[in-house]
């Protein structure tokens, strides 16, 4: 049984979820499209999308270090006013077909994402241990509203303020960061405590030498790199196959709702199963997508795949981040957590950067065959860590 304010606060959480995953959700619709609209060459088509990670990438470190000072809320609602100027942004680079202000909107909508991705670790605060997991996992799943949001605002957008495209599009993202800086009002987390801010806990060189911390960072860095890979190009290669963008927002759609819709019961899975099951299941599904990718370029290839690919996400990025909790002392957490998002999104900046480009030099097919060189490093990964954990639990017998 959860207390009623862990209660609330993972409510708000999933809601916050919801509504501000639907700004990056949305993003993801329309930003490539806008981009080659507005960019000097088609090579720089996905480069809004990349300085959007960068932004995630500079932002993780500090918006984690700055909860760890100041408290949860105050940096999600600081996160709030960048998602809020983002959208601001974005829709004058539409009016003035200016990509270089559409790239500034975008890097302030990556400061946005990276407050958002601790989100989920909130939801950990102040937990019992044996609810910590289904916290985690339900917070995940308030993407599931955005999937079916964030799309559809995209769509309903487009022509709010013709012939600027997309224009309104951006302002939503406005809109639905103001709902978060009021719903974050309401949170009431525990203040970070004095002593541990002023513990630091262990040197980062020895929490890094953990394999358990090695193969949490390496799932979210995979599951983000191949996702984001493959889910970067698919607008661009939707268009290129003629097919409408009304079909576009349905495949993305569909991926968003997958890519959430199993936190539902991810948690209870690696409550049974453990992580390791969980996350090479997570790896396998990302390799079936690419395989259904390359199979086919019909509308239903491209939402079959996209859905492989968010169900697989889903397991590899919750599977790590539920191993990552385990590998860290409470004055360990704000270096940790930003450890960790650091590393996974500065390998989405990577495959942002390269998406658009690899997909108009080599092509849509080239794309996902990328992406499993990490998958099977993955795999590999889990195999040792299972033979690692049991030799250690020899010895120690």
Not at 102 to 108: D, H, K, S
Not at 149 to 174: H, M, N, V, W
Not at 334 to 344: E, G, H, M, P, W
Not at 351 to 374: E, M, Q, Y
Request: net charge positive.
């Amino acid at each position: 049984m959860t207390s009623l304010p862990t209660f609330r606060n993972v409510a708000l959480l999933v809601s916050c979820q919801a509504v501000g995953v639907s700004c990056l959700s949305l993003s993801i619709a329309v930003t490539a499209l806008v981009g080659a609209s507005v960019a000097p060459s088609p090579y720089l088509a996905t480069l809004p999308l990349a300085f959007q990670f960068v932004g995630t990438m500079a932002a993780a470190i500090p918006a984690s270090l700055f909860m760890g000072r100041y408290g949860r809320r105050a940096g999600f609602s600081l996160g709030a006013v960048f998602g809020i100027i983002a959208g601001i942004l974005c829709a004058l680079a539409v009016v003035l077909s200016h990509f270089t202000l559409l790239c500034l909107g975008t890097f302030f909508l990556g400061i946005w994402a990276a407050h958002l991705s601790y989100l989920r670790f909130a939801a950990a605060d102040g937990a019992a241990e044996t609810y910590r997991n289904r916290a985690i996992s339900w917070v995940m799943a308030g993407g599931i509203i955005a999937a079916v949001l964030g799309p559809e605002l995209a769509k309903q957008g487009r022509d709010l303020f013709a012939p600027f495209l997309f224009a309104g599009s951006f302002l939503a993202i406005t809109v639905l960061s103001l709902i978060c800086l009021f719903l974050f009002q309401f949170l009431r987390i525990p203040a970070p405590c004095r002593v541990a801010q002023r513990a630091g806990g262990r040197p980062l060189g020895d929490l890094v030498r953990q394999p358990k911390l090695i193969i949490a960072v390496l799932s979210g860095m995979v599951a983000y790199a191949s996702m984001n890979l493959i889910m970067v190009s698919t607008p661009l290669a939707m268009v290129a196959c003629a097919h409408p963008f009304a079909a576009t927002t349905l495949v993305i759609q569909s991926h968003v709702i997958a890519m959430f819709l199993p936190a539902f019961f991810t948690g209870s899975l690696i409550d049974r199963f453990g992580n390791l099951p969980i996350l090479a299941l997570g790896a396998v599904m990302i390799i079936a997508a690419a395989a259904v990718n390359l199979s086919g370029l019909e509308v239903a290839h491209f939402i079959g795949g996209l859905v492989l690919l968010g169900v697989g996400w889903n397991f590899l990025f919750i599977g790590g981040t539920t191993l990552l909790t385990e590998t860290y002392l409470p004055e360990e957490k704000a270096k940790v957590q930003a450890l960790n998002d650091f590393s996974v999104f500065g390998v989405t900046v990577i495959t942002a950067f390269f998406s658009g480009a690899l997909h108009s030099t080599l092509g849509w097919d080239a794309v996902n065959l990328l992406v499993l060189p990490g998958l099977f490093g993955v795999l590999a990964a889990i195999v040792w860590l299972k033979y690692h954990l049991r030799a250690h639990a020899v010895s120690v017998s």
